[in-house]
């Protein structure tokens, strides 16, 4: 097989955060956005009632997951757990319940950004459904990791068009805490600095959701520096029942641009209160109160945008 390295499609799937200029492009797509050639499809199909499935009772997973179809105003989240193997299979297609499983091969066991398949996405169904889904794994030193890159579907009338979402889909981009050491890392499906990868599937009245995985046609991916995060937090720690200010800098994002006419908002997560904060083009500058019953240790601060992006970065109270 020939293999190919394809363009980013950008039409109504949307990776939140992704720098298109970073991502090398070639030939090859079909009509309907997708590369030609042998795929394996994976539906997510949204159900106005859960199936209550009997385990014991599956024969065959089939090539869908079933998932809560949620609303225009009331989103239900479905967590993919992923697992690792050779093909690609449903292993519990019943997500109804809130969980559902899939296996897929590892995408990059170099870790090189180019990876061994390619993930496209299209929605299909009554126009105005929404998706957003976002990778995510546990550090069992300091919890979830969520990364900071995620795609956005919305089904608009007419036809609908695949996009490429392996960035978002097969990585992490985010602060990862390693032999104590905090570094920005773009992670690969089922690299050992992390556990339980899975997909956080949250739908908002999306019927289907059909999946292509391409093997043998790869995608370059960005550099996780090339990406907009967040790109430092001064100071990183805060003491129990202390006032504090902290300020928050970014990387190739502004905080005051055309896009974010709504100031962000800065999530310290419980047992802080966020007092007051400034807004510049590359900072946010927040005055944060410290509880003295605050939980010691690590804490992701989350940082949202008025899109509905968010950034993590990481913080410690002592």
Same mark, same amino acid.
């Given at each position: 097989?020939?293999?190919?390295?394809?363009?980013? %499609?950008?039409?109504?799937?949307?990776?939140?955060?992704?720098?298109? *200029?970073?991502?090398?492009?070639?030939?090859?797509?079909?009509?309907?956005? %997708?590369?030609?050639?042998?795929?394996?499809?994976?539906?997510?199909?949204?159900?106005?009632?859960?199936?209550?499935?009997?385990?014991?009772?599956?024969?065959?997973?089939?090539?869908?997951?079933? $998932?809560?179809?949620?609303?225009?105003?009331?989103?239900?989240?479905?967590?993919?757990?992923?697992?690792?193997?050779?093909? @690609?299979?449903?292993?519990?297609?019943?997500?109804?319940? /809130?969980?559902?499983?899939?296996?897929?091969?590892?995408?990059?066991?170099?870790?090189?950004?180019?990876?061994?398949?390619?993930?496209?996405?299209?929605?299909?169904?009554?126009?105005? /459904?929404?998706? =957003?889904?976002?990778?995510? %794994?546990?550090?069992?030193?300091?919890?979830?990791?969520? +990364?900071?890159?995620?795609? $956005?579907?919305?089904?608009?009338?007419?036809?609908?068009?695949? *996009?490429?979402? +392996? %960035?978002?889909?097969?990585?992490?981009?985010?602060?990862?805490?390693?032999?104590?050491? &905090? !570094?920005?890392?773009?992670?690969?499906? @089922?690299?050992?600095?992390?556990?339980?990868?899975? &997909?956080?599937? #949250?739908?908002?009245?999306?019927?289907?959701?059909? @999946? =292509?995985?391409?093997?043998?046609?790869?995608?370059?991916?960005? #550099?996780?520096?090339?990406?907009?995060?967040?790109?430092?937090?001064?100071?990183?720690?805060?003491?129990?029942?202390?006032?504090? /200010?902290?300020?928050? !800098?970014?990387?190739?994002?502004?905080?005051?641009?055309?896009?974010?006419?709504?100031?962000? !908002?800065?999530?310290?997560?419980?047992?802080? !209160?966020?007092?007051?904060?400034?807004? +510049?083009?590359?900072?946010?500058?927040?005055?944060?109160?410290?509880?003295? #019953?605050?939980?010691?240790? &690590?804490?992701?601060?989350? $940082?949202?945008?008025?899109?509905?992006?968010?950034?993590?970065? &990481? @913080?410690?109270?002592?």
């Amino acid at each position: 097989m020939v293999r190919k390295v394809v363009y980013w %499609a950008f039409a109504t799937v949307v990776v939140v955060g992704l720098v298109p *200029a970073s991502v090398l492009g070639a030939t090859g797509t079909t009509g309907n956005g %997708a590369p030609s050639g042998a795929h394996y499809s994976l539906n997510i199909i949204g159900m106005d009632k859960a199936k209550n499935v009997d385990p014991d009772s599956i024969t065959s997973q089939g090539h869908r997951i079933f $998932v809560q179809l949620g609303s225009s105003n009331d989103k239900k989240t479905t967590k993919i757990l992923l697992v690792e193997g050779a093909d @690609f299979a449903v292993l519990d297609y019943d997500g109804t319940d /809130g969980s559902a499983k899939f296996q897929l091969p590892n995408p990059d066991p170099d870790n090189n950004g180019i990876t061994e398949y390619s993930v496209y996405l299209r929605v299909l169904g009554k126009p105005g /459904g929404k998706i =957003r889904m976002a990778t995510s %794994a546990t550090d069992p030193d300091i919890g979830e990791v969520v +990364s900071d890159l995620s795609v $956005v579907a919305v089904r608009e009338s007419g036809s609908m068009r695949f *996009a490429n979402v +392996s %960035a978002a889909l097969l990585y992490i981009y985010a602060w990862v805490y390693d032999e104590g050491v &905090w !570094t920005y890392q773009r992670i690969p499906l @089922f690299s050992d600095l992390l556990q339980d990868y899975l &997909w956080s599937y #949250d739908n908002n009245g999306v019927r289907l959701a059909q @999946f =292509r995985f391409y093997e043998g046609v790869p995608t370059q991916v960005p #550099d996780p520096l090339s990406i907009p995060h967040l790109a430092s937090i001064s100071p990183y720690q805060g003491t129990r029942g202390m006032p504090l /200010g902290v300020t928050i !800098t970014g990387a190739n994002l502004d905080f005051n641009g055309a896009a974010n006419d709504v100031a962000p !908002t800065v999530d310290f997560g419980a047992g802080i !209160t966020v007092d007051s904060m400034t807004v +510049s083009d590359t900072s946010l500058t927040v005055q944060i109160t410290i509880a003295a #019953d605050a939980l010691v240790g &690590w804490r992701p601060v989350i $940082v949202t945008l008025a899109d509905g992006t968010s950034m993590t970065i &990481w @913080f410690e109270v002592i």
